[in-house]
């Protein structure tokens, strides 16, 4: 899990959520009939895409001009692989994926005509499950101390098989997923109504990132579980808000 490129000067966290990417203005160089393209673009993590084979691949998105300044990418086998990012044909971001968990590469904001994804040097076929590509949201205050960073907010489903004699035998880990609650305080009300609302209220998923400038690995793919209301604390206008965010590792 990793934040790639351009940092910020400040450490506020960073909402990937916004998303131009679809199956209508992207093509990439191969596919498999059990893995199109197009399962890439609708948010869940359980279908790929998957290229035929380990040759260099590039995913083209016809951006039309739209401002973007950020690229997820969730759930792929990445690992090791040179993954280079173009606007128009100038190379922004050229990066070697960390590991193969949810990754982030930030840019400066910019309003393409034309993105394009390479990926090159893979040793097994790429596949990715979600990718998103659009505006983020780089938040008005920092995440302060108390703060469970999602990496490490484990939720773990395990199935513990114990002898009729009391011996512990061993267990399965069936499945995992990673949770945490972001508490954000003395947000600017224009703030909170022309950026941070939109999101909640989209119930999209998002790419998060906590505190990417010295945490910048401290990635996940998440979505808000539950409801949020966001609460006028000040006398000014000030907005205090909590929400719960569940994700995968």
């Known amino acids: 899990m990793t934040v790639e490129g351009v940092l910020l000067s400040g450490n506020a966290g960073v909402v990937g959520w916004?998303?131009?990417a679809n199956t209508v203005n992207a093509t990439v160089?191969?596919?498999t009939a059990a893995g199109p393209l197009s399962n890439i673009f609708n948010d869940s993590t359980a279908f790929f895409w998957q290229a035929s084979s380990t040759a260099?691949?590039?995913i083209t998105i016809t951006a039309g001009g739209v401002p973007v300044d950020y690229i997820g990418i969730a759930r792929h086998n990445l690992a090791g692989a040179?993954?280079?990012i173009k606007?128009?044909?100038a190379t922004i971001i050229p990066a070697t994926v960390i590991d193969s968990q949810s990754t982030m590469f930030l840019t400066a904001e910019a309003s393409p005509t034309t993105i394009t994804i390479t990926i090159a040097g893979a040793t097994t076929a790429p596949k990715i499950a979600v990718?998103?590509?659009g505006l983020s949201i780089r938040l008005q205050r920092n995440i302060y101390v108390g703060h469970t960073p999602i990496t490490y907010g484990r939720n773990r489903i395990e199935v513990s098989a114990m002898s009729e004699n009391g011996e512990y035998l061993g267990r399965i880990l069936r499945g995992e997923t990673r949770s945490t609650e972001v508490t954000l305080q003395n947000l600017t009300p224009?703030?909170?109504r022309a950026y941070l609302d939109p999101w909640i209220a989209s119930r999209e998923p998002c790419f998060f990132a906590w505190r990417p400038v010295d945490y910048p690995a401290e990635v996940n793919y998440c979505w808000i579980e539950g409801d949020t209301?966001?609460?006028?604390s000040r006398s000014n206008g000030m907005m205090d808000v909590s929400f719960n965010l569940k994700g995968m590792p």
């Open 131 to 133: 990718m998103r590509a």
């Open 29 to 31: 160089t191969s596919e």
């Open 87 to 89: 606007y128009d044909g």
């Open 18 to 20: 916004q998303n131009i």
């Open 190 to 192: 224009d703030w909170y």
């Open 229 to 232: 209301r966001p609460v006028n």
């Open 56 to 58: 260099t691949q590039t």
């Open 82 to 84: 040179t993954v280079t």
